[in-house]
């Protein structure tokens, strides 16, 4: 009996040997995108960034919440709907995407609303 249960252990070991030919096909044959292990692990670390960006403001709305409810929205400077509009203000202007608004960013929006008249004045 044991050297039937070993034959069949192998027999299903052999069947699941794959080489990475195999994965390599089965990847595209599914539409996948083919990634290093350095690529997977930069994805994974974005991924973890974007979670605590989003449970950070989570966190932060729900306090917003919970302040209004209980009578102290006078304390609260922007609403999540007017917060959300200033990011998108702030991201327009954030040409490079470095998270903060240089002087050379704000040249074009300052004269072409009339704020400035020349680079000097920005």
Request: no cysteine; glycine share 6%.
């Amino acid at each position: 009996v044991e050297n039937t249960q070993s034959s069949d252990h192998e027999d299903r070991r052999a069947d699941l040997d794959i080489s990475n030919s195999d994965i390599k096909e089965l990847v595209l044959r599914n539409g996948l995108e083919l990634k290093t292990y350095n690529e997977l692990i930069d994805a994974k670390k974005d991924r973890k960034k974007k979670y605590e960006e989003n449970t950070e403001k989570l966190g932060e709305s729900n306090i917003r919440k919970w302040m209004a409810k209980h009578g102290k929205k006078h304390l609260i400077n922007f609403d999540d709907k007017e917060r959300s509009k200033l990011k998108q203000y702030f991201n327009s202007l954030d040409d490079d995407g470095s998270g903060s608004i240089g002087v050379d960013e704000l040249v074009e929006p300052l004269i072409s609303l009339g704020l400035a008249e020349t680079i000097e004045e920005v």
